[in-house]
């Protein structure tokens, strides 16, 4: 294998031009893979942000609901009849619903995702909440989440320069009194958090013990798995009991099943292979065209079909790795321009690296062997 290498390499920078034309090729099949997974993995990662912080072991939902961009209510009754389970330590309602926000800036409204929790008792493991839990148990105050987009006003720089923060939220007038961080996410452009009872006061058409989320703690050194099958067989069918586990692979699976985005940005990476491939199976192709009365007088001599096959493979290998570096130093510019526009938590993975270099050896190895076709016509009797 080492002694077949040079001759593949030196066969593949013959031609400067046309080893650049490969390489900006696999590059840019690189970076639309990239672009796509990057923001499939953003959809997926910035929609189960709240479901991740959630201080909890089980959650409990209407059963009609699909995701947190359309929840339906249910009684809370059903939560505190979880407390008949010497398991659970404590149950904890949650609010959820869309409201208008308006901003105090131009005057211009926008949807805002607000959450309504009981102020005694911190649900949320989110830079912000813990220390301005208290200042919620007063009317009409909420906590502004500063991740949310530019859209919504100035929030966030005037409040940390000490300014007094107001606007309207459902045409009630409401005080800013804190920042946490959340996220925005492809269902909230911006978050809000307040206690239960300014929840209502906003929503003055919600009844109360109406919730949508129910979080259950359970005591220490309990099985969670176990508790959340008996409290299936012990709660009515029209509530769901789902781990919190469970909670975030439910929200995933929406996205991911129950609307286009998820199939939009997988057939985008696929496209992306198909391109690549294209792209070098025709440098290939060429290559071994130009080249194919010294690939003839190689078999004449007695080289084998194989022999030649591993030459063609090592030049797509190499192609593939070289490849790579560009298309991947490219994206991290992309991810962080990508990240200021739209705010969504747009990274590099390991994961995604990895998945990105193993597609792009395998988008290379596939065009070699197509391509390696061709040296079947070189006979070295049509040359000799």
């Given at each position: 294998m080492n002694q077949k290498i040079p001759l593949a390499w030196l066969q593949m920078t013959r031609d400067k031009t046309r080893l650049a034309v490969a390489l900006a090729g696999i590059g840019f099949a690189d970076i639309l893979m990239f672009t796509q997974l990057g923001f499939r993995d953003a959809l997926y990662y910035s929609n189960v942000q709240l479901h991740s912080s959630l201080k909890g072991d089980i959650v409990l939902i209407n059963r009609q609901s699909n995701a947190i961009l359309s929840m339906k209510s249910f009684s809370q009754r059903r939560l505190y009849k979880a407390l008949d389970l010497p398991a659970v330590q404590s149950v904890h309602p949650i609010y959820l619903d869309y409201t208008i926000w308006k901003n105090p800036q131009t005057g211009r409204t926008r949807t805002i995702l607000i959450y309504g929790i009981n102020p005694e008792v911190n649900l949320f493991n989110l830079p912000g909440v813990q220390e301005n839990l208290d200042k919620l148990k007063l009317p009409d105050t909420v906590l502004f989440d500063r991740s949310s987009r530019q859209e919504y006003g100035q929030i966030a720089t005037n409040f940390d320069k000490g300014q007094n923060v107001t606007t309207e939220v459902r045409r009630r007038k409401i005080k800013v009194v804190g920042l946490f961080t959340l996220g925005t996410s492809f269902g909230a452009d911006g978050n809000l958090i307040t206690s239960d009872v300014n929840f209502l006061r906003i929503f003055n058409n919600r009844q109360r013990g109406l919730v949508d989320i129910g979080v259950i703690q359970l005591k220490p050194g309990a099985n969670v798995n176990a508790v959340a099958q008996d409290l299936r067989n012990y709660l009515p069918q029209d509530v769901n009991v789902l781990t919190k586990q469970e909670f975030i692979d439910f929200e995933r699976h929406y996205w991911a099943s129950s609307t286009a985005i998820g199939f939009i940005f997988s057939l985008g990476t696929i496209m992306g292979f198909i391109v690549g491939t294209v792209i070098v199976y025709q440098i290939l192709y060429t290559e071994v065209s130009d080249h194919l009365s010294e690939y003839a007088t190689l078999k004449?001599?007695?080289?084998?079909?194989?022999?030649?096959?591993?030459?063609?493979?090592?030049?797509?290998?190499?192609?593939?790795?070289?490849?790579?570096?560009?298309?991947?130093?490219?994206?991290m510019l992309m991810y962080q321009k990508a990240k200021e526009a739209t705010l969504l938590p747009i990274f590099m993975s390991f994961d995604?690296?990895?998945?990105?270099?193993?597609?792009?050896?395998?988008?290379?190895?596939?065009?070699?062997?197509?391509?390696?076709?061709?040296?079947?016509?070189?006979?070295?009797?049509?040359i000799f």
């Open positions: 004449a001599i007695g080289y084998t079909q194989n022999y030649l096959l591993m030459v063609i493979l090592q030049e797509a290998l190499l192609l593939a790795c070289l490849g790579y570096l560009p298309g991947w130093f490219f994206t995604r690296a990895i998945t990105v270099l193993i597609l792009t050896i395998i988008m290379c190895f596939i065009s070699g062997a197509i391509a390696v076709r061709k040296l079947r016509s070189a006979d070295p009797a049509d």
